[in-house]
């Protein structure tokens, strides 16, 4: 069950949705919203899975909405707009989809039918890294092949910064934040930018050390002095400098795994 938020200004449209989602199943609307305001509050309370964004609401616009929301907290978007022109700025800001008003039945159905394969296929990747964590095991078969390494480099993750490239040692890594299309790599009061994926950054990492607490947080697990539970079922991840870092729902039990302890 995928869970859903609606943001439209008008009630006539949240109803729509309601219906057209009610009709396809398989989602559980957990809120609606009439302004921005109203909906960047809403997704950081429920963290839907998806939401159904107008462009044009009093106060923030839907674009501001997204902006607002830090990429570990924004849900997968499609915008809904009166006008087609809005859709090239969708797609910049990572939209999965947009709808044109009035929306077409046959439409809906192909951008939600789009987005729950998106949403599905991302959780089963979860899924598949957290049983490998907790076994232990890649099998040759599987495992993503990486570039070959110097000894001397294998603890260290190159980092291209403004014409020099930075070796940062996995050890000195705090935690690592996905940005658009790009990684941020922290470690202390500094942090670098690196065109990478975190599914790659995993892979070059390679060390149980490290472990993914949300699509778009990999933490150290040396640095967690403290993991607090939150409404909603994720948790707040506590490091030793005071940063605070949350923990989603599906990967909860990758670290009770680890820890052998409830979080």
Same mark, same amino acid.
């Given at each position: 069950?995928l ?9 006539l449209?949240?109803?729509g949705?309601v219906?057209?989602l ?13 302004n ?5 509050e809403a997704v ?7 939401l ?13 909405v997204?902006r607002a ?9 499609i915008f809904v ?7 090239v700025a969708a797609?910049?800001v ?10 077409d039945?046959?439409?809906f ?10 949403i599905?296929?991302?959780?089963d ?5 957290r ?17 070959p390494?110097?000894k001397?480099?294998?603890?260290r993750y190159?980092v291209?910064?403004?014409?020099k ?5 996995h050890a000195?890594?705090?935690?690592v934040?996905?940005?658009?299309d790009? +990684?941020r790599l922290h470690? *202390?009061?500094?942090s670098?930018?690196s @065109?990478?994926?975190?599914?790659? #950054? /995993? $892979?070059?990492? =390679?060390?149980?050390?490290?472990m ?10 040396d640095?967690?002095?403290e ?6 079922g994720?948790?707040? +991840?506590?490091?030793?400098? *005071? ?5 989603? @729902?599906?990967?909860?039990?990758? #670290? /009770? $795994?680890?820890? =052998?302890?409830?979080?």
């Amino acid at each position: 069950m995928l869970r859903a938020i609606i943001a439209d200004d008008e009630a006539l449209g949240r109803r729509g949705i309601v219906s057209r989602l009610a009709k396809a199943g398989g989602v559980e609307v957990v809120a609606q919203c009439s302004n921005g305001r109203q909906t960047i509050e809403a997704v950081r309370q429920f963290r839907p899975d998806l939401l159904f964004l107008d462009v044009q609401m009093p106060g923030i616009d839907g674009f501001g909405v997204v902006r607002a929301l830090n990429p570990d907290e924004c849900p997968h978007v499609i915008f809904v707009t009166a006008h087609d022109k809005h859709a090239v700025a969708a797609f910049e800001v990572h939209a999965l989809d947009y709808l044109v008003k009035p929306i077409d039945d046959e439409r809906f159905t192909e951008a939600l039918r789009r987005a729950s394969e998106t949403i599905r296929r991302e959780r089963d990747g979860d899924l598949g890294r957290r049983v490998r964590a907790a076994i232990g095991e890649l099998s040759a078969e599987t495992a993503p092949v990486a570039p070959p390494v110097s000894k001397a480099m294998a603890d260290r993750y190159a980092v291209r910064d403004r014409g020099k490239v930075v070796f940062v040692r996995h050890a000195d890594i705090d935690w690592v934040g996905a940005e658009g299309d790009y +990684v941020r790599l922290h470690s *202390g009061p500094k942090s670098w930018l690196s @065109r990478d994926t975190l599914s790659g #950054v /995993e $892979r070059r990492l =390679g060390s149980r050390r490290f472990m993914r607490i949300h699509r778009s947080t990999i933490v150290n697990l040396d640095r967690v002095v403290e993991i607090r539970s939150l409404d909603g079922g994720d948790a707040a +991840v506590i490091l030793k400098d *005071g940063t605070e870092l949350r923990m989603s @729902r599906g990967h909860r039990d990758a #670290v /009770e $795994r680890l820890t =052998g302890s409830k979080v």
